[in-house]
């Protein structure tokens, strides 16, 4: 491995995802390299040559010697590879296409970690642990703002880890955030109902005025109808894409612009909230709506594979502009429906799915809860078959703890652990996540991975992470991770960055503290539409409590992500992803202020009397804080993120005043002050 040998006369580069075997016979130093020539592409490769001259082609420097690099085709297991570096050639083996561009990301990522200039004598021979390696991107704010440069930056670097999998939600509904309409996104438009087009409208902070503003907008993706080009490059560079559609869960969209589409109530009034099974009207409806996709998407695009989401298929609030407190079901209860369980609903639907899209060839992939939840899983399996159809994959999923023990018999599984949540919150350490989710699914017997994510290049350790176990699994897990990754994007640091990294885990690493704790000083968990809630006084209130010292715990938090800041050493550029290491102190200030910019808030609000100089300062840090936002994230995540920040600053004011004379004269010191 990587370093582990004793006989390595120079120390072997850390290598993301590490390599299976590497052997370097001569024990000789690395040799200079400035670039790669006469490549001897074979007919197999013409689907990648321009990928791989792409890639080799990007590694060059004034002057030095230019090695030849010869592909051969051999027998081996599929994605697998050989390579063999000597200061004369470069033999490159392969069994597919894939293993090609495999071997070339290993070669480009050699000659990165000796600071782009040199090569090492060495043979690897290299192969992943499992076939499907990869990350469904969800429909949400921030990725409807991506362009096609934004899709073709993410394929590169997923591609760049070895992964081989992009799913990609095409449709999608959330119960409602942040102002008073339905979050729906549809991202593919389609022929036959162009009414089928959804809008996002957010309030947000304009860096460059300075002020709050608010933007409206078609997905972009949907706008330019860029689906096709995504497929396109995506297969370039060895990625399978599998387009996700949501439903029947959470679905606003679709059954309330095709109506006749719709579930009905007991009094046959349509809800715009779920799908009818059973009437021939409806099922009709649904058969036009799956063949448009077919016909407009899928088959052009030499898709094999449909997501039929399948998920979180119950009566929700928080959906209904009109009533935000209404439950809405999505069980239909017409004549033909209503004696139905949800579980067979739920079946009925994937067969009336599955069946249309086994006539095009293509086959299906689900979430597993609510078939699970519903204990529906072997009944649909079984009438799967007996329909004739293909087996679905079946993807276990959860975002909390305890990971999900996968069920593998009967049909192909996959694990879906988490790489990152929304991209507007706080940046969470999930590499123990990863572990554990891929662990399990190993020791299930599970063939794929397929983790939940919206783009952020903030989480490039958390898909790392996910790229590095899934393709060669290690008994150490997330912790042998961790050490390598410290290495691998900073590795003159002695060991600091593996510090600073543990140090910032304790914090980021832990779901309830992350999610149940800090997260909750944002906007985004707390506007749902609770009655006689507000923000941020039911948030300020509840921290200015001091059993528990839930204040205390804030300031030790951003206490904790400062010194870690001040641990980390430079880290090194990182081929197709920004500077790790400048992410990630992006992300632990922006937390560390945020919590600092909070408690300072509710200082504010304890005092009796009005403090001109603390109140001065508090405007100074959350004007740094959103210039910090606008500056680090992505410009298509900045509008999102941004509005959590200024939805909590646009009110610090107005809430000191509301708060001041509650809290002021009765606040008490924390118990135990010599612990906490």
């Known amino acids: 491995m990587p370093g582990e040998s004793d006989a390595h006369a120079t120390k072997i580069p850390e290598l993301i995802p590490r390599p299976r075997t590497i052997d370097a016979p001569s024990a000789r130093p690395a040799f200079p390299c400035a670039a790669f020539s006469s490549l001897d592409l074979p007919d197999s490769l013409k689907s990648c040559a321009q990928q791989i001259c792409e890639i080799l082609d990007g590694v060059e420097v004034p002057g030095g010697t230019s090695l030849p690099v010869e592909f051969t085709p051999v027998r081996l297991p599929a994605e697998r590879y050989r390579l063999r570096i000597r200061e004369d050639q470069i033999r490159a083996e392969f069994a597919d296409a894939r293993g090609a561009l495999h071997a070339v990301r290993t070669l480009v990522d050699l000659w990165d970690g000796y600071e782009r200039s040199a090569l090492p004598v060495l043979d690897i021979e290299d192969g992943p642990d499992l076939a499907t390696r990869g990350v469904f991107v969800e429909s949400f704010t921030g990725t409807d703002l991506m362009n096609l440069p934004d899709w073709q930056n993410l394929i590169d670097r997923l591609a760049h880890l070895k992964l081989n999998t992009l799913g990609l939600s095409i449709y999608g509904c959330w119960d409602i955030r942040h102002g008073e309409r339905p979050a729906e996104y549809m991202f593919v438009p389609l022929r036959d109902f162009p009414d089928l087009v959804s809008s996002s409208r957010i309030t947000t902070w304009d860096p460059l005025d300075r002020g709050e503003t608010e933007l409206e907008y078609v997905p972009v993706i949907f706008e330019k109808d860029l689906f096709s080009d995504i497929c396109a490059y995506a297969t370039a560079r060895g990625v399978e894409l599998i387009p996700h559609l949501g439903g029947p869960g959470h679905s606003t969209l679709i059954p309330r612009v095709v109506s006749e589409l719709s579930a009905v109530d007991p009094a046959g009034a349509r809800t715009g909230y779920g799908y009818c099974v059973s009437r021939p ?6 058969v036009r709506l799956i063949r448009n996709l077919i016909d407009q998407h899928l ?5 094999r594979r449909l997501h039929v989401a399948g998920d979180e298929y119950y009566p929700i609030s928080n959906v209904d502009p009109g009533d935000r407190q209404r439950v809405v079901s999505p069980y239909c209860a017409c004549e033909g429906c209503r004696n139905l369980s949800p579980g067979r609903l739920l079946v009925e639907y994937l067969i009336l799915v599955g069946t249309v899209l086994a006539d095009a060839g293509i086959e299906m992939v689900h979430w597993q809860d609510t078939l699970v939840r519903e204990g ?12 004739g159809l293909p087996r679905p994959v079946i993807v276990w999923w959860k975002y909390n703890d305890p990971v999900p023990e996968p069920r593998t018999e009967g049909t192909e599984t996959w694990v879906a652990p988490t790489t990152g949540l929304f991209p507007h919150l706080f940046s969470q350490d999930f590499t123990e996540k990863v572990s554990t989710t891929l662990r399990k699914g190993k020791a299930a017997g599970a063939s794929g991975v397929l983790a939940y994510w919206i783009p ?6 958390n898909v790392a992470c996910l790229a590095d176990l899934a393709w060669n699994s290690s008994p150490s897990g997330a912790t042998g991770f961790r050490r390598r990754w410290a290495e691998y994007v900073s590795p003159d640091s002695s060991g600091t960055a593996e510090q600073a990294y543990s140090l910032a885990h304790t914090v980021t690493a832990s779901y309830p503290s992350m999610m149940y704790l800090v997260d909750q000083v944002l906007p985004y968990f707390a506007d749902a539409g609770v009655p006689g809630t507000r923000y941020p006084d ?13 204040a205390d715990a804030l300031r030790q938090i951003a ?13 090194r550029d990182v081929r197709f992803w920004p500077n790790p290491v400048e992410q990630w102190r992006n992300e632990a200030r922006r937390t560390a202020a945020s919590l600092e910019l909070f408690t300072g808030v509710l200082a504010l609000a304890c005092r ?4 001109c100089a603390a109140t001065a300062s508090v405007v100074r840090q959350a004007e740094a804080l959103l210039q910090h936002v606008s500056r680090s ?5 900045a509008p999102a993120a941004l509005r959590e920040h200024w939805l909590f600053v646009r009110e610090i004011s107005p809430a000191v005043r509301r708060l001041r004379a509650e809290l002021g004269a009765g606040r008490r010191t924390s118990w135990h002050p010599w612990i906490v």
């Open 456 to 461: 952020d290049p903030a989480d490039h350790q």
């Open 538 to 550: 039911d948030q300020l209130r509840a921290f200015a409590v001091t059993r528990p010292p839930l």
């Open 281 to 286: 009207a409806a099922r009709h409806a649904l």
């Open 376 to 387: 529906v899983l072997d009944e649909y399996l079984d009438r799967a078959v007996e329909q």
């Open 559 to 571: 206490a904790t992500l400062r010194e870690a800041i001040s641990l980390m050493p430079p880290g």
């Open 299 to 303: 088959r052009p695009n030499g898709l």
């Open 608 to 611: 009796a009397g009005e403090d």
């Open 633 to 637: 994230k992505p410009a298509y995540l």
